[in-house]
């Protein structure tokens, strides 16, 4: 019996070390019509067939159904699809949106309620609101990323106290541990230059992009566990075994070319999604059952879908 549990334990331990292999299932669909304002940035929604995109230079919020691709639109606001988020459980997404005055420019964050189509100012416009929001794992509170100092927003009047220990955030480039007091926080030193990060779906793992154009795997702690030599824009597989990529080429002022990769993190296997030199793909995002990854293309600011299997 003890000969025979080892083998078990052998096997199983030997199937979770296979690398998993990604398999395109026909050719990509446009999912947009023709017809459509420009949009790019999809984001996937956790639970429901609908996805969220923004317009040219960020303006307004869009969401596109799945698979049949019908448009409407959550807000025009300014600067509302730069950094906008899904909440874990698809009901809500959160913005920075933007107000002009006099050629000054003032913040606000926001919550747009989907299934009401009612907007929820969590702050006063303010001149100075640097970031973009995050939620906390249990959707009951936002916390802005790429800020200066630590900033909190209730959402929820569930949320009896304020648990951050093991979130991440960016400040002045740098990654940072968030405490339970909301004191300072304490600094990744082993990390350098930080653009952006992107939390796993149970936020035990973040994506990080840096500024030299590598994408860093962390753990909650933002102790590194692989890394991507080069990519942008990375997102989670909703198991948070995968992340998709962009892997880009520019001439200093404009994309020239853009292709999608899938990492598996575990096994630290990268396999391209995309191969397609006239068309410049970018922004890959995950269905929740992970069969589909949706993605936008520069050139014509369609939204296209790529059908996958994993194994």
Known sequence: MHKYCI?????????LA??????????PTQ???RNAPFLMCPRWSPVASQIMATGANYSGIYLISFPKGELSQVTDE?????????????????ARVANFENQHRFNQIVVFDISKSIRIPLSSFESNLPGTPLWSKDDHFLYLNATDKIRTYPVSSEQKS???????????????TLSSDLAIATRNEEIGRILSLQPAPDCSRYAVETFAGAI?????????????????HPSWSPDGKH??????????????????YVLTVD?????????????????????????????????????????IKIE
Request: hydrophobic share 40%; aromatic share 10%; net charge negative.
């Open 267 to 307: 096994s630290h296997k990268i396999q391209r999604l995309t191969d397609t030199p006239e068309q410049i793909e970018i922004n890959p995002t995950w269905s929740p059952d992970s069969h589909w990854i949706a993605y936008d293309e520069v050139k014509t600011g369609l939204i296209l879908v790529q059908n």
């Open 31 to 33: 999912l947009t019509p």
């Open 18 to 27: 296979i690398p998993q292999t990604l398999t395109k299932i026909g050719e």
């Open 243 to 260: 992340v998709s990529y962009s892997v880009t080429a520019d001439d200093g002022h404009r994309l020239t070319a853009s292709d999608i």
């Open 216 to 232: 860093l795997i962390t753990d909650a702690r933002g102790r590194i566990i692989t890394q991507i030599q080069t990519g942008i």
């Open 162 to 176: 304020l648990d951050l220990n093991d979130y991440l955030f960016v400040k002045n480039d740098q990654i940072f």
């Open 78 to 94: 300014p600067a509302a699809g730069y950094g906008a988020v899904w909440s874990h459980d698809g009901k809500f997404i959160a």
């Open 7 to 15: 083998f078990i334990s052998l096997l199983l331990t030997w199937n």
